[in-house]
């Protein structure tokens, strides 16, 4: 396999990639980016690599492959498309963005280009949900009939105030709320778990904060097999109970909590995967770009819970049910 070389983009939860680009030996991590020109020349330190604050200089290097980008969710497209324009791949972290106007431009972009776009869900990873997803598409609880999942976080005013620019969390226009920043995870793995939505009714609040986002919503799933689904995500929650995803079908049901159920398969399966499949983002990008093999959230798939997500904030807006279209 030929080696990738990367340049990362945000270095708070971006030290994840470098994390995981320092254990894969086909991946090289050439610079890193940070607004906080210490914490950037402190990472590069640390990994043998060069460092700068100014995006443009990764855009303009041509010894970087593949751009990563750990920035504000509202920076992340716009941000993928300067990067595939000047000719990288690229791959954002959680969510895609939020809105999905951005969303179809990296698209668009990504496809002009014959470039990879990805997004970065770890719970994709995991073989724990890899088994409950084989479960469900190969029937083992039959039809689903209802569908829940819980995202009950606990966020202070403190963190919303913080990040970095500061107070990033709470402004529309870098952020969502509860939904799209904590409840992203379960969102995503829902909608994967559960299949085609065709409309939804939402609500979302800003209960307990002072900011402009919400910190809790609900909203009502109508899914393509007539099953109803549910979801309510909050940042208000003492004390937190984090994930729980229940899924009721005609033969069985599946019951998952982050923090006291873990699923396990009924099922027999020869091996993990039946092809080969990346297990983190990195290993993602190693094989789209060398072998073609898809990953395991691109640009098409990552879109689908910005959708769902702003479709809910504007039910709760107009007070209508919202069709889906790009699911």
């Known amino acids: 396999m030929d080696k990738l070389r990367f340049g990362i983009i945000g270095l708070g939860r971006g030290m994840h990639g470098v994390k995981t680009i320092a254990t894969n030996e086909d991946a090289i991590l050439t610079a890193v980016c940070d607004l906080k020109e210490d914490k950037a020349k ?14 443009s200089d990764l855009l303009t290097r041509k010894d970087i492959d593949v751009i990563g980008i750990y920035t504000p969710s509202g920076d992340h497209c716009n941000m993928a498309i300067e990067a595939l324009k000047a000719g990288k791949h690229a791959y954002v972290t959680k969510p895609m963005d939020v809105y999905t106007e951005p969303c179809t431009k990296a698209i668009k972009t990504a ?4 470039l990879v776009l990805a997004v970065d869900f770890g719970r994709r990873y995991n073989n724990q949900f890899r088994k409950m997803a084989r479960d469900i598409r ?18 202070t ?6 990040g970095y620019p500061p107070g990033w969390r709470k402004s529309t226009k870098t952020e969502g709320g509860s939904a799209s920043n904590q409840g992203i995870h379960g969102i995503d793995l829902f909608m994967w778990l559960i ?4 409309d939804v009714y939402g609500l979302k609040r800003t209960l307990n904060h002072d900011m402009d986002t919400e910190d809790t919503t609900a909203a009502i ?15 208000c929650a003492t004390p937190p109970s984090g994930d729980t995803i229940e899924i009721n079908g005609t033969k069985g049901s599946i019951l998952w909590n982050k923090e006291a159920q873990p699923y396990e398969s009924k099922e027999e399966y020869g091996g993990e ?10 290993e993602d990008m190693l094989l789209a770009v060398n072998k073609g093999i898809p990953p395991n959230v691109d640009g098409v798939e990552g879109r689908k819970s910005v959708e769902l997500i702003e ?17």
Not at 44 to 55: F, I, S
Not at 273 to 282: A, D, F, P
Not at 318 to 325: A, S
């Open 42 to 55: 402190t990472v590069a330190e640390e990994n043998g690599c060069d460092w700068t604050v100014e995006y």
């Open 111 to 114: 496809d002009e280009a014959g």
């Open 138 to 155: 190969n029937g083992s609880i039959g039809k689903i009939l209802a569908a829940d999942l819980r995202v009950k976080w606990y966020r």
């Open 157 to 162: 005013q403190d963190y919303y105030e913080g």
């Open 195 to 198: 299949g085609k939505i065709i």
């Open 221 to 235: 799933l109508n899914l393509e097999d007539g099953g109803i689904g549910t979801i309510v995500t909050t940042t």
């Open 273 to 282: 995967s039946t092809g080969e499949i990346g297990n983190n983002i990195i």
């Open 311 to 327: 479709a809910i904030y504007n039910s709760s807006k107009t007070g209508e049910v919202i069709t889906l279209k790009y699911q």
